[in-house]
C-alpha cells in the first residue's frame, strides 16, 4: 500500500515579499514564488512516481535474472554470453532501482516551503 502524505497549507503570507496570499493559492501574485518543493511536485508525486518507477526496476531485474538462470540451468553453451546480456543491463537497471527506493525516503523529508525561480 502506498504511503500517503497530507497536504501542508501555508500560512497565508508569502516566505519571499510577505505579502498576503489566500489560503486557496500556490503562486504569490506579487513575486511569483510558490508554494511545495523546489521542483514543483507535491511529496505525493514525488514518492508515487519513485514507487512507480522502483516496481518496474524490480519487474526488470527480475525478468533479466530469470533469462540468465534458464539459460544456465538447460546448460546452454551460451551461458558466457547470457551472463554478459544479464549484468551489462542489469546493474544500471539496479542501480535505478535503488536510487528511486532512496527517492522515495526523500520525498518523506522534502522540505516545503516557497520557492522562486532564480533568473
Known sequence: ????????????????????????????????ARWGTSLGYSKQQIYDTALFKAKWCGIICAAILIFFVATALIQSPWVALAAVLAVVPGIPVLGTGIGNLINMRKAAKAHITWWRATQ
Open 1 to 32: 500500500m502506498a504511503k500517503k502524505f497530507e497536504d501542508q497549507p501555508h500560512d497565508g503570507v508569502c516566505g519571499h515579499c510577505k505579502s498576503p496570499v489566500p489560503l486557496s493559492a500556490a503562486v504569490c501574485a506579487q513575486c511569483g
